[in-house]
């Protein structure tokens, strides 16, 4: 067990709010130290020895609305590699089916005092609601549509990594826009870090006012690409849409997949990233997800990494810390 | 109401104004028999009548009671969130001295017992008028009309469907074309169902919410749509709710072109913006959806223009069980019963309207519009009279909502006017004291 004075960041200032509940309302300043925060996380998850005990005697609460593997095992891990004691609770299943709305389940669980929430749920907004009820720090897992702020960390976070910076990079945004928390996180992080953000996709997979929202819009997939920094390959979130946005998968992969003609258009040094989980041969060519410029498999890693930065940054507001 | 006759009332030393007449004059107000017997500078100089009360209003303003022709009240079905008679308490605090009830309940009002069930109800537990709006269409499904004459003779004074757009426009034609014979008025929700799929106003603000929008284009579309079948039909339209500044044009070309429609905008749609609704307040939901800015002002220079001729509270109680949730499902509507005149009079203290004008949007034009015997204060008129202190300052504070429901957009909102008496037939049924 690594004792908490030889691993307290001296030089990182503190996280001065209280949840995570988006990108938006944090300072660059903010973003930057959760980053260097998830470096250390970096260094400790590689150690044989991973434990810290930041969060020892505190009890976090994984409450999933929607299923989710990869995320609530990443925040598990990381709770756990902070010493907390994690509870998951797939509330879908459950509670749910029976009328219980949200605001319930939110007084129930405030009821077994827990010092961190990290909610996932299909409707915007439905987080935010959620942190006005609950005593404890709430962490947005991704809340419909509208953010995801732990995936845009760690999109940054690896990121960085590899190309030493964020200000300046291009990065295109390839996909779903319309309905993905990952691109509206990531365009407002991106931003805030001085990137160039370009967004790629049909016109009925872009939100309204998309060319005000900060990026660059291509229509054209090898026009976006042109001499980008970073892919970001957005899932083709099929069971979002109501509607008939696209004709057919064939069609869509045809004209907005990633293939290695398209990345061709790119920087030679081009990343390719994808959130997951990925739709092989729908989104992405299954050799460019697997091949040399693909970061999908580390994007993991620094998941958990970043998701032990922000549960150690948020232990700051928890009543007695030390 | 009550049976007996009230005793006669002077208000006296007011600011007395009556749109109807385009009256605004220092004078009095003299009540008896639950009428008007004179009002304005000359009903200063008469005698009282014998035994009569008198007030002085110390300058403030006396003027015909609010007329609201667009309420939701929770009675048949929903008590719990407002009753007939928290609705009129709620009204009476507010100036409002006529309530016209929306058919959306459980049972919906589309059928004649249903109305005189409303009638009845009022009767025994209200203390303001209340007139039953009937459904246009059989359980609001849009589909089958009801029976206008039958329900018009029931004592319905307008026909709606709800916050319901008809959708199939060879209905809506017929319906327009059947309650011509009877010159029923058609009341519609202008909102294209499946255009209006989202939940707030499309645009840059839904987009970074991850909310779907509601585009403008949905009003418009339904109102141009609209405006072509009452000129086939000839009918009797009024457009309850618009909040686009091109449904404003459509109707201002549509009275140009001499049909006979008027138009409706909610106190919320005057007051408040898209960017109110901040971190995904709910309160702020409603249908149509808050609009941006521009359409806001838009709204208030159609109002004043006169193209906009009535101003409701869409007055919608919702409980926490219904309002409590995620943006995407809780549900539309906002209470606006106690905060219609004093969220109005903004535009009257902003100079963006004259009094008189802001005033006749709420008391003659709709009663006209209806053909109630409301909303003047002319001699013989029912004494229907509020007195309001123009610039008396006040919060809202939610534990003094009368209503019901507690679901106000203007929860802790600073205001400058406050309704001190209010007079139904004669009758002080509110007074702050």
Known sequence: ?322 | MAVDTPKPLVLSNARVIDPARKLDAPGSVIIADGTILAAGPEAANQGSPYGADIIDCAGAIACPGLVDMCVSVGEPGAEHRETLASASDAAAAGGVTTICTMPETDPIIDDPALVDFILRRARDTATVHVHPLAALTKGLRGEEMTEIGLLKEAGAVAFTNGHKSVRNAQVMRRMLTYARDFDALVIHHTEDPDLAGGVMNAGLNASWKGLSGVPREAEIIMIERDLRLVGMSKGKYHANLISTSDSADAVRAGKKRGLDITAGVSINHLTTNENDIGPYRTFFKMSPPLRDEDDRQAMISALADGTIDIIVSNHDPQDVETKRHPWAEAEDGAIGLETLLAAALRLYHGEQIDLVRLLAAMTCNPASRLGLDAGTLASGAPADVIVFDPDRPWILEKSAIKSRSKNSPFEDARFSGRVLRTVVAGKTVFDRG
């Open chain 1, 1 to 322: 067990m690594i004792s908490m004075s030889d691993t307290a960041p001296h030089r990182i200032s503190p996280f001065p709010h209280r949840h995570l509940l988006g990108i938006e309302g944090l300072q660059p300043q903010d973003i930057l130290g959760l980053l260097d925060r998830a470096e250390e996380a970096v260094e400790v998850s590689r150690q044989v020895e991973k434990r810290k005990s930041v969060l020892s005697g505190r009890t976090q609460i994984n409450l999933f609305f929607e299923a989710s593997t990869r995320t609530q095992s990443s925040f598990e891990l990381a709770g756990k590699r902070l010493g907390a004691d994690v509870m998951n609770m797939a509330v879908s299943q459950s509670s749910v089916k029976k009328g219980e709305t949200l605001i319930d389940t939110a007084a129930t669980l405030n009821a077994m005092h827990p010092d961190l929430l990290v909610v996932r749920h299909h409707a915007a907004g439905a987080v935010h609601l959620l942190a006005r009820k609950v005593g404890c720090s709430v962490v947005n897992a991704g809340d419909g549509p509208h953010e995801h702020p732990t995936q845009a960390l760690l999109d940054a976070l690896t990121i960085r990594r590899h190309k030493g910076k964020i200000a300046r990079l291009t990065v295109a945004i390839c996909g779903d826009i319309a309905h993905s928390r990952v691109a509206r996180s990531n365009i407002i992080l991106l931003n805030a870090l001085g990137a160039r953000v370009r967004v790629i996709a049909p016109s009925t997979l872009l939100p309204g006012g998309i060319d005000k929202m900060g990026v660059e819009v291509f229509r054209d997939m090898r026009e976006g690409l042109r001499d980008a920094d970073i892919v970001m390959m957005l899932r083709l979130q099929r069971e979002r849409m109501n509607g008939a946005f696209i004709p057919s998968v064939r069609e869509y992969y045809r004209y907005y997949g990633l293939d290695q003609e398209k990345l061709g258009y790119a920087r030679d040094d081009a990343l390719v990233m994808h959130p997951g989980p990925m739709n092989r041969g729908v989104e992405i060519d299954p050799a460019i997800a697997d091949g040399p410029q693909s970061l999908i498999r580390e994007q993991v890693e620094m998941g958990v990494a970043v998701r032990m930065a922000v549960l150690e940054a948020l232990a700051a507001h928890l009543p007695n810390h030390h």
